[in-house]
């Protein structure tokens, strides 16, 4: 059997309840929860699993206790599955545009360094083509926008694209984003022509949550100085939570240095004089390559990387 023969049988045999099963076994962990999920006795459950298991020839679960473990195979297959589910997630959405006769809708991720110029500059040029077009922006961490684009929720990342990341999507360098270490206008640092890391280390840190590239980079600088994370972190990707609580106490944190910037000429941070030793990988426009783009965000990626006269 050639491998374009093997396609359509493949669909011809799989269900999209076998899809709903098996995302839902990897969300709940054991078959009696995700039978329950997607409305089937664990029986026909057990059942169904087994029937898929053959159609795609692997086994896709490892038992442990009374639990199942995805194996290398289960891992392969949720990906692609956890895709169809995004596409069909965008689909309902562009559906419903429709059918409520709008101009539709654009979901946009962004992380922190892009929005106060390179998003923001796109979606001024945007409007002027598309007035009555909805745009929704998230703004979070790389890792869990990508999330939210495999799962249908967003159209577009401006990120980084995770390593872990397969050749699901496709990626367009934008630009470098250099780090600042900040601290309050008044902390015991703040007016030091030089400071060191020691300097830093009996103080309080307000980080990034783990998993997110900007957290990789500050656990990288510690760790080239052999100095655990300091205990008592907050941990939060939101730059207003970041920047109140820099404001009310001696928290460090290290944010990026285009917003740094912002904030300091405003007088509500101090950026310290320490460089730190790593940086971050380029951040750009990420999309899925499985969808097909509207006009809209065509036009919004024209944009996005084409610069300001």
């Known amino acids: 059997m050639s491998h374009t023969d093997a396609v359509p049988q493949l669909l011809n045999r799989m269900r999209m309840r076998q899809v709903a099963l098996l995302l839902a076994i990897e969300d709940r962990g054991t078959l ?3 039978a329950a999920e997607v409305g089937m006795t664990q029986p026909a459950a057990t059942k169904m699993l087994h029937e898929l298991e053959e159609t795609l020839g692997n086994r896709l679960f490892d038992r442990v206790g009374r639990g ?3 194996n290398p195979a289960g891992i392969c297959v949720t990906q692609h599955f956890r895709g169809m589910r995004g ?5 309902r959405r562009e559906l419903q545009e429709l059918r409520l006769g709008s101009a539709g809708k654009l979901f946009i991720g962004s992380i922190m360094a892009a929005s106060p110029e390179d998003l923001t500059n796109a979606l001024v040029r945007l409007k002027t083509r598309y007035p009555l077009l909805t745009v929704e922006i998230a703004v979070g961490t790389s890792d869990r926008l990508m999330e939210l684009l495999r799962e249908g ?4 990342v401006i990120g980084r694209m995770p390593g872990r990341t397969g050749g699901d999507c496709t990626f367009r360098p934008i630009g470098d984003e250099a780090l600042s270490v900040v601290v309050a206008q ?8 030089t400071v060191r890391f020691a300097d830093m280390q009996s103080f309080p840190w307000i980080l990034q949550p783990a998993g997110s590239p900007m957290r990789d980079v500050i656990e990288q600088e510690f760790t080239a100085r052999h100095t655990p994370l300091p205990p ?5 990707a939101s730059i207003l939570t970041t920047t109140n609580l820099i404001a009310r106490t001696e928290m460090i944190a290290v944010i990026p240095a285009s917003i740094a910037g912002r904030y300091e000429q405003h007088g509500l941070l101090r950026i310290l004089p320490y460089a ?6 380029a951040y750009g426009s990420i999309v899925r390559r499985d969808r097909p783009a509207s006009a809209a965000l065509q036009h919004f990626l024209e944009l996005l990387h084409t610069p300001v006269q």
Not at 87 to 91: A, K, R, S, V
């Open 68 to 70: 199942l473990r995805l």
């Open 87 to 91: 596409g069909l997630e965008t689909m």
């Open 186 to 193: 008044d902390h015991p640092l703040a007016q030091r022509k």
């Open 232 to 236: 008592g972190l907050v941990e939060t």
């Open 32 to 34: 009696r929860a995700a």
């Open 276 to 281: 730190m030793r790593h940086r971050l990988a």
């Open 153 to 156: 929720a967003l159209d577009l």
